[in-house]
């Protein structure tokens, strides 16, 4: 029994390690980020996203870059009783363009957030790992200028999770959702 732990935990050490090797995307432009985004992909290997998948939608981010370099993250999302759910992030600047971290003040992480593929009229594929009490997980979102992105970049947001050791199941391409007013 022992063996089998330490065997499971070289192999989940492996996995994290290979996933903090992931790169922002090599000639990243934060002042192209600029603007409104649709969340419209969510793959975790948090426990928690099994329960709550089947719920959430699709939202809207805006992006602000500051001068400074840090980058200004405000997304919100009409939630079924009709309120609103917003949250706010100042990402702060890293010594790699397009690698940022944060700490979320709401779920208490820490957050290593990277631009990892950015088309800037189109999509933007972004990896974080989240730490929270010793533990951390894999986070990838996609987002799309329109709420329809063409399937290639759905495709591309997929695969990428799988190779990041993502479960398929633990993928979702978000449904439509009506904004925040």
């Known amino acids: 029994m022992a063996t089998t732990m330490l065997g499971m935990l070289g192999v989940f050490l492996c996995a994290l390690a290979v996933r903090a090797d992931v790169m922002p995307q090599a000639d990243f432009d934060l002042q192209k980020v600029r603007g409104t985004w649709y969340l419209v992909g969510f793959a975790t290997n948090a426990d928690w996203f099994v ?3 089947a719920s959430m939608k699709m939202g809207m981010a805006t992006l602000t870059p500051r ?10 999302s009409l939630k079924s009783d009709g ?27 820490d957050n290593d957030m990277r631009m990892v593929d950015v088309k800037y009229d189109e999509y933007a594929l972004i990896h974080a790992i989240k730490t929270k009490n010793g533990h951390s997980y894999v986070l990838n979102k996609l987002y799309s200028r329109t709420e329809d992105p063409s399937q290639a970049v759905l ?3 997929t695969q990428f999770s799988l190779e990041q050791g993502i479960l398929k ?10 904004p925040c007013s």
Request: aromatic share 10%.
């Open 51 to 53: 329960s709550r998948k």
């Open 67 to 76: 001068p400074n370099g840090d980058l200004e993250m405000d997304y919100s």
């Open 83 to 109: 309120s609103c759910k917003k949250m706010n992030h100042l990402a702060k600047k890293t010594d790699v363009p397009g690698k940022f971290a944060y700490r979320s003040q709401l779920w208490g992480s």
């Open 155 to 157: 495709d591309k947001f």
């Open 169 to 178: 199941g633990n993928i979702a391409i978000l449904p439509k959702n009506e």
